[in-house]
């Protein structure tokens, strides 16, 4: 069974860094990564990973100021947010994909249909 939990969410200045993380577990293989959703908007991709190599998505917002990293004997996935804007303000969710929704060829977009299975969430504030 798959199961993500997030934490690492705060309230920060603009121009702060937040580093957030996602515990990952039951998924071994695909595209696991972050999404974000602020009140009144759609939830959107900020940062997908393919797990068995490949391009990672990035939101056009995010990058450049968004990386991550994986550290897999935690089982944690990591989002390193630099220059926050408060336009990043939003609850952000970790997503791993669902198996009968692989895009072709295997690339990991920025839709959450593709998604199958989720976190509960972490907030994220950022104040100008």
């Known amino acids: 069974q798959v199961h993500l939990m997030e934490s690492g969410g705060d309230s920060v200045q603009a121009g702060g860094s937040l580093n957030l993380s996602c515990v990952v577990s039951?998924?071994?293989?695909?595209?696991v990564g972050w999404f974000r959703q602020a009140p009144g908007n759609e939830r959107e991709g900020v940062l997908i990973?393919?797990?068995?190599?490949?391009?990672?998505y990035y939101g056009d917002s995010v990058l450049g100021r968004f990386t991550w990293s994986r550290d897999p004997a935690k089982n944690t996935l990591y989002l390193q947010m630099n220059s926050l804007k408060p336009e990043d303000t939003a609850m952000y969710y970790c997503?791993?994909?669902?198996?009968?929704?692989?895009?072709?060829?295997?690339?990991?977009?920025?839709?959450?249909?593709?998604?199958?299975?989720w976190g509960q969430g972490t907030q994220v504030t950022v104040s100008s």
């Open positions: 997503a791993a994909e669902d198996p009968g929704r692989k895009a072709p060829g295997g690339v990991c977009l920025g839709e959450s249909r593709q998604y199958a299975f």
């Open positions: 039951g998924f071994r293989s695909g595209c």
């Open positions: 990973i393919p797990l068995g190599g490949g391009r990672t």
